[in-house]
């Protein structure tokens, strides 16, 4: 899949359309990471939607492309890109809740969800923006 029309394809299908077209092969994890990262970065300067961008996603996606590759069993949101809260703890990536006075701090663990996100291969985008501690 490549083009401005097969990211924007992309970015519009729903979790479950984009599992089914990840398991059959029809798009790649990396390609739908990098559509949603491609949109991040045309739109983001104007709505502010995200507080950090994963510096990690596309490296992520492709450990995905090829556990698949090699036939390794996957969950059914294996390779989907997603946003965390920035109110969830991240190991990788600065967690603030949406306050500056914890700007710039990254924990030294992931929150539960985040961990079991992971365990589950999706693909983390980066951290969302928030009112403080929503």
């Not at 899949?1 to 990211?7: I, K, L, N, W, Y």
């Not at 059959?24 to 739109?43: F, G, K, N, P």
Request: charged share 25%.
């Amino acid at each position: 899949m490549t083009g401005h029309g097969a990211a924007s394809e992309l970015i519009a299908l729903t979790a479950a359309e984009l599992s089914a077209r990840l398991a059959s092969r029809d798009v790649s994890a990396v390609e739908a990471t990098q559509a949603h990262l491609d949109r991040i970065a045309e739109v983001d300067g104007d709505i502010h939607a995200f507080l950090h961008v994963s510096a990690d996603a596309l490296k992520t996606a492709a450990e995905v492309d090829g556990a698949r590759r090699m036939g390794a069993k996957l969950g059914p949101l294996a390779g989907v890109p997603i946003a965390i809260k920035d109110v969830l703890c991240t190991l990788d990536m600065p967690s603030t809740a949406g306050s500056r006075i914890l700007e710039g701090w990254v924990p030294p663990y992931d929150a539960t969800v985040v961990s079991k996100l992971r365990k589950a291969k999706l693909i983390p985008l980066g951290k969302t923006n928030m009112d403080e501690f929503a």
